[in-house]
């Protein structure tokens, strides 16, 4: 009887344990992100990646919006994979040559700095696609934006898609129709798409994404009427008719830096910067409500976004044996 108890309490302990001996394992096998995932392989991830992103906001208030940036980025083609973050080496075409990408996106070395000090912790066990997702929410926190948990247990890619990068990514001078059927392809919908485009509360656009609304380059050569004469006048002072590509304007000239609601109400005002940014009040009506609703209520704005940041991170992630977690982000292990 005694010996019946001490074997019934040995299987009792290790059913107890075997939660958090396999939970990584588990989750991953199932296909599903978890934002537990890491509490006891690597307890360390959350306090590494936002001190590594505060410290990088400090140097360059800019960079909130880059890191950000990055992840949808990445999200938008082949998933949430860091297949972004690969540099061209053998066969591999790095997405980071793409038209959406080049001379654009940014936020490669503090993804880097993060990794490292992640790989000195936790040795071989944090994807660089789960401190991308990390970094872009702490990023908006520290921007002054919403929080929310992130789903965590993604692998990374070993292969990238120059070819899905300059298709897939939602560019600023597409129709309504054309980007909201670039986020149905991804399961996100037009709520997803508004609340999404807040992003653009923070950072800055180049001359060229916006060019063709200020000298009536437009398909019928006609006036974009949809932005403020006034404010046009302003940034034909410092984006001319040619040359001056990469000159930077604010997607929010009012409060740049900071993560609210004044990029919706820049667009009931005629003064949303892309063409991309306006037509979500001119293109279709359950858009326009949305802008307005965002524009009156900030909170609403906030637990919209947060939302629609998880679907999109949800998006075609790597789990189980599929991908691998990569050493160095910038190159498959095998290199």
Known sequence: MAQFIMSYCIVVALLA????CFSNKMQAKGGHLNPHYY????????HIVKS???QAIARERRMAASLLRLHFHDCFVKGCDASVLLDNNGSIVSEKDSKPNKNSLRGFEVIDQIKAQVEKACPQTVSCADIVAVAARDSTVIAGGPNWEVPLGRRDARGASIQGSNNDIPAANQTFNTILTKFKRHHLDLVDLVALSGAHTIGN???????QRLYNQNNNGQPDMTLDQLY???????????????????????TPFNFDNNYYRNILANKGLLSSDQILLTNNHASMQLVKQYAQNVQLFFDHFAKSMVKMGNISPLTGSKGEIRQNCRRINSY
């Not at 344990?17 to 958090?20: D, F, N, R, V």
């Not at 509490?39 to 959350?46: I, N, T």
């Not at 002072?237 to 000239?253: A, I």
């Open 232 to 254: 046009a006048s302003k940034l034909r002072s410092q984006c001319p008719r040619s040359g001056g590509d990469q000159n930077l304007f604010s997607l929010d000239f009012v």
């Open 17 to 20: 344990l075997a939660p958090i």
């Open 205 to 211: 656009a180049r001359c060229v994404s916006f060019r």
């Open 39 to 46: 509490d006891h392989s690597c307890p360390q991830l959350q």
């Open 52 to 54: 590594v992103v505060a």
